[in-house]
C-alpha cells in the first residue's frame, strides 16, 4: 500500500509500505479521507520532538473498518469511523478529573503512531480503551468527519473562552481553524464575529465562505482601533487568536472588552514564546486569558453531532481534494494559505 512519510525535516516521501494488520485491541481501517494543516505544514518544516522518523503523518483522520482484532466489541467491518488525533492515557490525575486535553501523557496518531496518509492503518488500542473511535453520522461523508478532529478543538478553546449568547466575539486569524471558530460562535450564540488576518486574499476567500460581520485586514488597519470603532467603544466580549503571532495575541489583550476573555488557542514558534501585555488592563478590566491545548474523546464525538446537525457545516470549507501522491502539493497550499481545508483521499 502507499502511505506518505516523514523522514526529515524537508523529506516526506510517498513511498510503498507493508499493509497493517490489526492486533489484540485495535481495529484496521481503510482510510477514506485523511485532512491537513498548518501542524502538517510545521513538522514538514522543522518536524517534531516526538516522531522518531520514518513515521506515517496525518492526524485528522475518517474512514472505514475493515478488520476488527482479538477483544475488540462493539464495532465490525464496514462501520464508518473518525479517529481522534490527540490520545490521553485516561488513567493519569488530570484525566481522571477528566481533563483530558492537559493530559500530561497525551500520544498522538501520526507523531507516536502511524497516522492517516495511508491506504490502510490500524487504530490503536489506546485510541479504543479511551473511547477515541466514533461512528461517524448518516449523512455526514467521510471528508466532512475528517474535519471533526479541528473543529473539537476549536469546540475545546470555545468552551474554556466560555462563548455564548451575545457576545461580540474577533477571531484573529482566516483559515480554517479561524473559520471554524466564527461558524462555532454563531451556533453558540454569538451577536457580531469580525474576522482579522493580514493575507488579504485568505480574508478575502474567508469571509466569502463564512459571512462575518466585519473583515479587517490588519496588514492596512491599526486593528484594535477597528474593534474599538466596531463596538461602540466596548472592545470585543471574546477575543481568539488562531495564529501563531506574539503581536496577535498582544492585540487581543488590548481590544477585549471589560470582563473579556481571551483565547490563545494558537502557539507561539517555540524560539518566539514571550510577549509583551499590559498587566493592568488584565487586572482592572478583569480579562481572563486561557489557552488551548486540542481536543477530549468527548470534544471529538460532540464535534460530529455539530456537524450532522449541521449547527457547524463544514463541507463548503474543504477547498481542495487531492490523492495521497499530491500530499506535498497539499502541505505546500496550506502553507502559503491558499486553501481553507485540504484534504487527501488514499
Ligand atoms: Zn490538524
Ligand atoms: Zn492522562
Redesign the pocket.
Given at each position: 500500500m502507499k502511505v506518505a512519510r516523514f523522514h526529515a525535516p524537508g523529506d516526506i516521501r510517498v513511498e510503498d509500505a507493508p499493509e497493517p494488520t490489526a492486533r489484540t485491541g485495535e481495529v484496521k481501517i481503510r482510510v477514506r479521507n485523511c485532512?491537513t494543516?498548518?501542524?502538517?505544514a510545521k513538522i514538514y518544516k522543522f518536524g517534531h520532538h516526538h516522531i522518531r522518523p520514518p513515521r506515517v503523518m496525518g492526524?485528522?483522520i475518517a474512514g472505514e473498518i475493515v478488520e476488527v482484532g482479538d477483544e475488540v466489541t462493539g464495532w465490525q467491518a464496514g462501520d464508518r469511523v473518525q479517529v481522534i488525533?490527540a490520545i490521553p492515557c485516561g488513567r493519569c490525575e488530570e484525566c481522571r478529573r477528566g481533563r483530558m486535553t492537559v493530559c500530561p501523557n497525551q500520544e498522538s496518531m501520526g507523531y507516536h503512531f502511524e497516522g492517516g496518509f495511508a491506504e490502510f492503518m490500524t487504530v490503536p488500542a489506546k485510541v479504543l480503551a479511551v473511547d477515541g473511535l466514533n461512528r461517524i453520522p448518516d449523512g455526514v461523508g467521510f471528508a466532512e468527519a475528517s474535519v471533526a478532529?479541528?473543529l473539537a478543538c476549536v469546540l475545546n478553546g470555545q468552551e474554556l473562552a466560555r462563548v455564548g449568547e451575545g457576545d461580540d466575539v474577533v477571531i484573529m486569524g482566516s483559515g480554517p481553524i479561524g473559520c471554524l471558530h466564527v461558524r462555532l460562535a454563531r451556533s453558540r450564540g454569538a451577536a457580531r464575529v469580525f474576522l482579522v488576518d493580514l493575507n488579504a486574499g485568505r480574508l478575502a476567500m474567508a469571509a466569502g465562505l463564512v459571512h462575518p460581520d466585519a473583515s479587517i485586514r490588519g496588514d492596512e488597519t491599526d486593528v484594535v482601533d477597528e474593534v474599538l470603532k466596531l463596538t461602540e467603544g466596548r472592545g470585543a466580549d471574546v477575543v481568539i487568536t488562531a495564529a501563531a503571532s506574539g503581536a496577535a495575541q498582544e492585540q487581543a489583550i488590548q481590544m477585549a472588552a471589560r470582563q473579556g476573555r481571551i483565547s490563545f488557542f494558537g502557539g507561539l514558534p517555540k524560539d518566539a514564546p514571550i510577549i509583551s501585555a499590559d498587566a493592568n488592563l488584565v487586572h482592572y478590566r478583569e480579562l481572563t486569558i486561557v489557552g488551548a491545548n486540542g481536543s477530549s474523546p468527548q470534544h471529538n464525538k460532540q464535534a460530529l453531532r455539530l456537524i450532522a446537525e449541521g449547527a457547524v457545516p463544514v463541507s463548503d470549507l474543504i477547498t481542495h481534494r487531492l490523492p495521497l501522491d499530491q500530499v506535498l502539493d497539499g502541505i505546500g497550499i496550506v502553507s502559503r494559505g491558499e486553501a481553507i481545508k485540504v484534504t487527501v483521499e488514499p
Amino acid at each position: 500500500m502507499k502511505v506518505a512519510r516523514f523522514h526529515a525535516p524537508g523529506d516526506i516521501r510517498v513511498e510503498d509500505a507493508p499493509e497493517p494488520t490489526a492486533r489484540t485491541g485495535e481495529v484496521k481501517i481503510r482510510v477514506r479521507n485523511c485532512s491537513t494543516c498548518g501542524t502538517d505544514a510545521k513538522i514538514y518544516k522543522f518536524g517534531h520532538h516526538h516522531i522518531r522518523p520514518p513515521r506515517v503523518m496525518g492526524h485528522e483522520i475518517a474512514g472505514e473498518i475493515v478488520e476488527v482484532g482479538d477483544e475488540v466489541t462493539g464495532w465490525q467491518a464496514g462501520d464508518r469511523v473518525q479517529v481522534i488525533a490527540a490520545i490521553p492515557c485516561g488513567r493519569c490525575e488530570e484525566c481522571r478529573r477528566g481533563r483530558m486535553t492537559v493530559c500530561p501523557n497525551q500520544e498522538s496518531m501520526g507523531y507516536h503512531f502511524e497516522g492517516g496518509f495511508a491506504e490502510f492503518m490500524t487504530v490503536p488500542a489506546k485510541v479504543l480503551a479511551v473511547d477515541g473511535l466514533n461512528r461517524i453520522p448518516d449523512g455526514v461523508g467521510f471528508a466532512e468527519a475528517s474535519v471533526a478532529e479541528p473543529l473539537a478543538c476549536v469546540l475545546n478553546g470555545q468552551e474554556l473562552a466560555r462563548v455564548g449568547e451575545g457576545d461580540d466575539v474577533v477571531i484573529m486569524g482566516s483559515g480554517p481553524i479561524g473559520c471554524l471558530h466564527v461558524r462555532l460562535a454563531r451556533s453558540r450564540g454569538a451577536a457580531r464575529v469580525f474576522l482579522v488576518d493580514l493575507n488579504a486574499g485568505r480574508l478575502a476567500m474567508a469571509a466569502g465562505l463564512v459571512h462575518p460581520d466585519a473583515s479587517i485586514r490588519g496588514d492596512e488597519t491599526d486593528v484594535v482601533d477597528e474593534v474599538l470603532k466596531l463596538t461602540e467603544g466596548r472592545g470585543a466580549d471574546v477575543v481568539i487568536t488562531a495564529a501563531a503571532s506574539g503581536a496577535a495575541q498582544e492585540q487581543a489583550i488590548q481590544m477585549a472588552a471589560r470582563q473579556g476573555r481571551i483565547s490563545f488557542f494558537g502557539g507561539l514558534p517555540k524560539d518566539a514564546p514571550i510577549i509583551s501585555a499590559d498587566a493592568n488592563l488584565v487586572h482592572y478590566r478583569e480579562l481572563t486569558i486561557v489557552g488551548a491545548n486540542g481536543s477530549s474523546p468527548q470534544h471529538n464525538k460532540q464535534a460530529l453531532r455539530l456537524i450532522a446537525e449541521g449547527a457547524v457545516p463544514v463541507s463548503d470549507l474543504i477547498t481542495h481534494r487531492l490523492p495521497l501522491d499530491q500530499v506535498l502539493d497539499g502541505i505546500g497550499i496550506v502553507s502559503r494559505g491558499e486553501a481553507i481545508k485540504v484534504t487527501v483521499e488514499p
